[in-house]
């Protein structure tokens, strides 16, 4: 199963909060990043 995990281009962490009613807005949770660019990474859930 593939799972997608949503990764912050500032500082890689995966705390990512999406922000709807603000358009395509994401919010990273650790450095406080806030913007519509996000690294969508596909990652193999081998359970
Ligand atoms: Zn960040």
Known sequence: ???KILKCPKC???E???LPWLGLI???RK???IGPL???EE???SS
Do not use: Q
């Open 43 to 45: 990652i193999e859930d």
């Open 12 to 14: 890689g962490s995966t």
């Open 26 to 28: 994401y919010r990273c």
């Open 31 to 33: 450095c406080g990043y």
């Open 16 to 18: 990512i909060d999406f």
């Open 1 to 3: 199963m593939v799972k």
């Open 38 to 40: 996000i690294i969508e």
